[in-house]
């Protein structure tokens, strides 16, 4: 085709898809009005797959099935589909797929973005998905242009022949319809050593939208006529209403209703400031059940006595019982680590607008096929009429992965019975106090003792803490032999359940018990790395304070620990080096190591602190390194661990909630302090190389920060903490 | 009553002690602006109230009067041209969730104006009423810096 057809062909693609043939002398299409139905379709869009929608005007379109809450997810699925579908980045468009099971995650069976698994679990489907795609629309070039497949090249959504003709992957798609062109049913994908996009840092790809507040949140939904609710929820978790009086609230202009739902007594208003205003002014009387014999202080006493008593056994290698009995050395320790608020920036919400035949949902959700589960029960609908419409979220840390979908069953309740669509948002003491949702406290019994090396030779572990999974819809999946194995998660040397790995240490007698406690008080829920939030502390503390029994360098016993285990040795010798570990520190100075496997990528990290007399330190550097296989974003992976460090740091620092008679006492930024500018080193980030198949970032960076600051803050000064947050030892971080 | 909303003047119908958050948010529908905390601890509803920082989650909209408010929506020209501001944002990769980043974006705007080129504890100090939850902050001082850099080699204003 010369210049002059080609401009030609511009010209008439906009005239329709009819006249958009004329230039290609396609094979006669008779007047068959099915052959002109379907061309006319082409003219609107085409599937080419279940993830991928080439538009007319050139843009492709991605179903993304994976949430996107900041862990970049949005970003690492279209890069998958452009290493095999060579698009123009920019004209990439991105749809949050429908609640269909062809959407499910492969790995779970369920509509769920969780566990640190979306890279790894999308690698092929996606990246098959555009190879399917780049083969069926080469297909349709080579029927365009009439030459051999094999002398056509596609790039920049456009397929190019070699005399210089091209057409853009819109352009093709009248052609694949008038070929009845199928996308292959197998294709090879290509190399690693062809890689153009996988494994080179890209940046966000919903970058733009998030720096001109056009990003779609949860709380940014508006529709038409829509009302606002606020909850006045109980003061104790699982209260309920018994009677409540809404005169001074409906006095308030522009309250709609009030009403009485499972969640407390919502008021709906024409704007959330009225509502909340609303809500606060209804008087409640509750029933608080036995709710309010809860403490945190109860738990810890009670949980400390539990892990006196022998738990249920989880790992018994070796004899770890006898062997500690017969060394009058061992030592023993007890860890406690608090319950932990999620506090996302975007407080939850959701938006419900409920018909007699069916319920829209606009909700940042990780779970949604269990949002729609439960919502449909609550509406007393089929499931195919209620539509999950997902947003992006303003963080999550695992709080948007509801089993009782408690953010969307609520909105729907108060959306029943509603002729106008309900947005409920929840205010930041709501989130804080009475979301009921948090890490679950946890008590660790330790013993160990050291070889005449000074290795560690024994080690007997007791966790205590209420099971997250128990009881739910994950149960057994994730229970064995009666134990969370999110409660062990890192406490083992071998796999346990589905966790397809251990420690990465060999101690040779090991054993470690489980008890989880009656699930009573809040909901014990995951939080960013789940168990290995507290495990980690308690674990890696405990090797902390077995190296310093044995008398030996902390990253020393580590290394020694893991030489049976390849990734986490490399991993750790590479720390040494780019950490420097061996220069010497300054009087009030510190350095602590842990390390880590979570989701199977090992993780390490140094700590360095200056700890004033009176307590207060400054962390002056963190260094970490992780193996994740093949690093499908390294600036992406770069932020998750900037994100996980952050967080398990603020947490270690001077996070915690408490409870005294069942009621909640912090509730704001005041008292659940986020971390500051000022209080955050640069984190210095090293991806291992490695050609092994991608494994997970998202969580594994909130492991081994809290106890390497921890084992830190004890190289300094000695002093050995064991109840956290650090803040109520005595250790306070500047600021 | 009226208020002057990114250069122009809308009417709202609201009690006067709404905060000026919820009027934008609910009333105008500029949603950029992010509700996070109620009570001015985390920055995320920071606009410009006549060119000055300002949390509009404690400012209630009886209070507003006459002023000229800026918000996230109004950074980038007509033609979708982003601020030096905005620009380095990207070329930092500055969000992760995204959240908080209009209320960032608008303290660091404020920050340029007055500091053209802080330093680390200059950034710090001004940008620690700031809450991120990702873990930003250290992007966000490298866009800070890029963006100063910007603005400063063009002899330009932020």
């Known amino acids: ?133 780049r083969a069926l629309l080469i297909a349709a070039a080579a029927k365009a242009f009439d030459v051999e497949e094999s002398t056509l ?27 009845k062109l199928e996308p292959p049913a197998t294709v090879s994908l290509k190399p690693a050593s062809a890689f153009d996009v996988l494994g080179k840092p890209t940046r966000r790809i919903e970058g733009r939208d998030k720096v001109t507040g056009a990003a779609q949140f949860g709380i940014d939904v508006k529709r038409p006529n829509m009302l606002y609710g606020s909850i006045q929820r109980p003061p104790i978790f699982k209260g309920r209403v018994k009677t409540f009086d809404a005169s001074r609230a409906l006095e308030i202009k522009g309250v709609v209703k009030v009403k009485a739902i499972d969640a407390g007594v919502v008021a709906l208003a024409e704007d959330y400031w009225t509502a909340q205003k609303a809500a606060r002014l209804i008087d409640v009387t509750w029933d608080l059940g036995d709710g309010d014999k809860w403490s945190t202080e109860g738990f810890f006493s009670e949980y400390r006595a539990l892990s006196n008593e022998p738990g249920m056994l ?51 959700t990780q779970y949604q096929s269990n949002d729609r589960t439960l919502a449909a029960k609550t509406l007393g609908m089929d499931e195919s009429q209620v539509t999950i419409h997902r947003t992006l979220m303003g963080g999550t840390f695992g709080r948007r992965a509801s089993k009782t979908a408690d953010f969307v069953v609520e909105a729907v309740q108060a959306a029943m019975g509603e002729t106008r669509p309900v947005q409920i948002i929840w205010s930041r003491e709501e989130d804080i106090q009475q979301g009921g949702h948090y890490r679950p406290l946890f008590v660790h019994r330790l013993k160990g003792c050291v070889d005449e090396e000074g290795f560690p030779l024994a080690w007997h572990q007791r966790a205590v803490g209420q099971s997250i999974m128990q009881n739910t819809k ?38 470690i018990e489980s008890h989880n406690p009656p699930k009573v ?11 290995h939030t507290h495990t980690g502390i308690a674990y890696e503390c405990f090797l902390d304070e077995l190296a310093h029994l044995g008398d030996k360098d902390p990253l020393d016993l580590r290394l020694h620990l893991t030489k049976g285990h390849e990734r986490m040795h490399a991993l750790l010798t590479t720390l040494r080096q780019v950490s420097g570990w061996d220069e010497p520190m300054g009087p009030q100075r510190g350095r602590g190591v842990a390390s880590r496997i979570y989701s199977v990528s090992p993780i390490a990290n140094t700590v360095e602190v200056t700890v004033s007399d009176d307590g207060q330190y400054t962390v002056d550097r963190i260094v970490c390194v992780i193996d994740c296989g093949f690093a499908v974003n390294p600036l992406g992976i770069e932020s998750q661990i900037h994100g996980g460090i952050m967080l398990g740091l603020n947490a270690a620092a001077m996070s915690a909630i408490d409870i005294e008679e069942g009621r909640v006492l912090q509730s704001n930024f005041h008292d659940y302090v986020p971390l500051r500018f000022h209080q955050m080193p640069k984190v210095e980030v090293h991806i291992m190389p490695s050609d092994a198949p991608s494994t997970g970032v998202g969580e594994q960076a909130s492991t081994a920060i809290g106890p390497a600051l921890a084992n830190a803050i004890f190289d300094a000064t000695g002093q050995r903490v064991r109840q956290f947050p650090l803040s109520r030892q005595g250790f306070t971080l500047k600021g | 009553m009226k208020i002057n909303v990114n250069d122009r003047v809308h009417e709202v119908t609201a009690s006067g002690d709404t905060p000026l958050l919820w009027v934008l948010r609910d009333h105008l529908h500029l949603t950029g602006t992010k509700y996070g905390c109620g009570s001015g601890l985390c920055g995320a509803c920071t606009v410009h109230v006549n060119g000055v920082p300002v949390r509009s989650c404690l400012l209630p909209i009886d209070q507003v009067n006459d002023q000229q408010v800026t918000t996230i929506e109004h950074l980038a020209d007509a033609d979708g041209s982003l601020s030096p501001v905005q620009m380095a944002w990207l070329e930092a990769d500055v969000a992760q969730c995204g959240y908080c980043q209009s209320g960032q974006i608008m303290a660091a705007e404020a920050l340029l104006k007055t500091n053209p080129d802080p330093s680390d504890e200059e950034i710090d100090t001004a940008m620690q009423g700031h809450v991120c939850r990702c873990g930003t902050y250290e992007r966000i001082r490298e866009a800070i810096h890029i963006a100063a850099k910007q603005t400063n080699s063009s002899g330009g204003a932020v």
Not at chain 1, 61 to 90: K, V
Not at chain 1, 165 to 176: D, G
Not at chain 1, 326 to 353: G, K, R, S, W
Not at chain 1, 492 to 509: D, K, M, N, R, W
């Open chain 1, 1 to 133: 085709m010369n210049t002059l057809t080609r401009r030609h062909f511009i010209r008439s693609s906009s005239m329709g898809a009819g006249a958009l043939l004329v230039g290609f002398q396609l094979p006669a299409l008779g007047d068959s009005p099915k052959s002109l139905e379907r061309l006319e379709g082409a003219a609107e869009s085409l599937m080419t797959d279940a993830f991928l929608r080439i538009n007319p005007d050139n843009t492709t379109t991605i179903l993304m099935n994976h949430a996107e809450f900041g862990n970049g997810a949005y970003t690492s699925l279209a890069m998958m589909i452009a290493e095999e579908l060579p698009l123009d980045w920019d004209t990439i468009r991105i749809e949050a797929a429908p609640t269909e099971k062809q959407y499910y995650s492969p790995l779970f069976g369920e509509y769920l973005t969780a566990g640190s698994v979306s890279t790894a679990s999308s690698l092929i489907p996606m990246r098959t998905a555009g190879a399917k795609t």
């Open chain 1, 153 to 179: 090249t596609a790039s920049q959504s456009r397929v190019a022949a070699a005399d210089g003709r091209s057409l853009t992957f819109a352009e093709l798609v009248p052609v694949i319809h008038a070929f």
């Open chain 1, 314 to 364: 989880a790992e018994d290698i070796g004899d770890a019982e006898r062997t500690l009995a017969q060394h009058p050395d061992a030592i023993e320790a007890v860890y406690e680590l608090p319950y932990l608020a999620h506090a996302t920036m975007e407080p939850m919400n959701c938006t419900a607008e409920v018909h007699q035949d069916r319920c829209d949902i606009w909700v940042g």
């Open chain 1, 474 to 511: 994950h149960d057994p999946a994730y229970m064995v032999r009666g134990m969370d194995i999110y409660s062990l998660d890192g406490c083992l040397q071998a796999p346990f359940g589905v966790f397809p790995y251990g420690t990465s240490y060999q101690i040779p007698h090991h054993r």
């Open chain 1, 521 to 531: 008080g809040v909901y014990p829920h995951e939080w960013r790395a789940v168990g």
